[in-house]
């Protein structure tokens, strides 16, 4: 399998039927989510604009199940992400109407991904930079028929919740979460085709491709000045599929590190910073990254192209390093997150000169 066989297969069609189911259910969303009074509600942030159409989330979770049912087989694995999947969407969406506890999205995420464990998907073993692999067989005992690695699924389940939240703070300028996922799957979907692969990729090619194209439609509505929002509920499916895609068929979690490395960076970053200073890490504030570059002088548009770049680059570049190179491009991009937030330092300073 190679490149070429994405644009003459049945996986174009997937990506595509993703595309066009998004596109007209967002539409009729337009129309009909002011009805049903799925709105937004800016004044809960101090914000003076109309409301304007919420819980976008939901549109592409349709979509993606339409399209799942169509083009992917389902296995023992899948169906327990997918179980997984409507646990993170149907506790997002009530996060999205009643605002829950941070300790009980917490729990509901820690329960997801104990499902996708269980069901069989994890991270086995790590890629060592230096050659070789890192196995996590130590401890084995079998739950409910599957046989868990109990270091694996320990990792596995901090991977999927730091990830989901990631997404969900990266959430905070319209167009910045879709587009980023959007080249993400593309990636992912790329990587899958190359030839050589030990491990069946055909049930993620597929979900990489729809989600691509999910992604792509939504982002026609969502880029800035956006006409619906996806809220907690999309940016909580996409941080969902986004860690499993990266575990699901043979680990591919150097690529999403690397593709997603600025938000990822600067949610560990934030959490940390809101440990220290003795607040819940789960607590929002407006101190992230994109929230920076606002500050700084960037308009939304500005914002969400500059991350674009940044993804599209390295992104890119995951499609020819080894291990090793890998390992350095993650180097560099904590390289390049450092002496961002410097340069948008002194660019402040000198704006408030």
């Not at 007209?24 to 942030?45: C, G, H, I, S, T």
């Not at 799942?68 to 087989?73: A, D, E, G, S, Y």
């Not at 992400?81 to 941070?102: E, K």
């Not at 190359?194 to 491990?199: K, L, Y």
Request: net charge positive; with cysteine; glycine share 10%.
């Amino acid at each position: 399998m190679n490149f070429l066989s994405f644009f003459s297969s049945s996986f174009l069609l997937a990506g595509f039927t993703g595309f066009v189911l998004t596109f007209v259910l967002v539409l009729a969303a337009l129309q009909f989510f002011p009805k049903l009074k799925l709105m937004d509600r800016p004044e809960r942030y101090g914000l003076t604009r109309a409301a304007i159409p919420y819980y976008g989330g939901v549109t592409m979770f349709i979509v993606f199940l339409i399209c799942v049912f169509l083009f992917i087989p389902l296995t023992k694995p899948f169906i327990g992400v997918l179980t997984a999947l409507i646990l993170i969407v149907g506790m997002s969406f009530a996060d999205d109407r009643w605002m829950l506890p941070a300790k009980f999205r917490l729990v509901g995420q820690v329960l997801a991904a104990l499902v996708v464990v269980v069901s069989g998907v994890g991270i086995r073993s790590l890629t060592s930079p230096f050659g070789g692999v890192v196995l996590l067989d130590q401890i084995q005992f079998s739950f409910f028929g599957s046989e868990i690695l109990l270091l694996g699924a320990i990792f596995t389940i901090l991977w999927i919740v730091f990830v989901v939240n990631s997404m969900n703070f990266f959430d905070g300028v319209p167009g910045l979460l879709s587009g980023v996922s959007c080249l993400a799957f593309f990636v992912l979907c790329l990587l899958s085709l190359r030839a050589g692969q030990v491990i069946d990729q055909t049930q993620l090619i597929y979900m990489s491709a729809i989600l691509a194209g999910v992604t792509g439609a939504f982002l026609i509505f969502d880029f800035p000045t956006p006409k619906i929002l996806m809220g907690d509920t999309g940016s909580m499916f996409l941080g969902f599929l986004l860690a499993v895609s990266a575990i699901f068929s043979g680990g591919k979690v150097a690529t999403v590190l690397i593709v997603l490395g600025f938000p990822l960076l600067d949610a560990l970053w934030s959490i940390m910073r809101r440990v220290l200073s003795g607040q819940s890490p789960f607590k929002g504030d407006l101190n992230h990254l994109h929230h920076k570059l606002l500050r700084s002088g960037y308009n939304e548009r500005q914002v969400v192209f500059i991350m674009y770049s940044v993804s599209a680059f390295f992104g890119g570049l995951t499609l020819f390093l080894t291990s090793f190179q890998k390992m350095i491009a993650v180097g560099a991009i904590v390289f390049a997150m450092i002496l961002l937030s410097i340069l948008l330092f002194f660019r402040r300073r000198r704006a408030s000169a």
